[in-house]
């Protein structure tokens, strides 16, 4: 939760370690992958948000906010 507190206010560097912490306990959590991804992309951080969204994508290749991540992480000319 505090990570995402923290993505909302703005304090990408912050939530990225709160996110980054959260997975330590709980591995496969997808919210925690997609916030780490996005609060990577944030950060100019592309490789390491394209393998968060990887880890993402292994658990729900199909869901909406991993689709929509995925296009945003795409190169131009495959969206």
């Known amino acids: 939760m505090l990570a995402r507190v923290h993505e909302l206010t703005e ?11 959260a997975l330590e306990l709980a ?4 919210g ?4 780490l991804a996005r609060t990577r992309l944030q950060r ?4 390491a948000a394209e393998q968060a969204l990887a880890r993402a994508r292994e658990g729900a290749p199909e869901h909406p906010q991993v689709i929509e991540l995925g296009q945003r992480l ?3 000319g495959d969206r």
């Open 44 to 47: 100019g951080e592309v490789s």
């Open 11 to 21: 304090q990408p560097a912050r939530a990225a370690s709160e996110f980054s912490a």
């Open 27 to 30: 591995p496969n959590d997808l």
């Open 32 to 35: 925690a992958w997609l916030g």
């Open 74 to 76: 795409a190169p131009e």
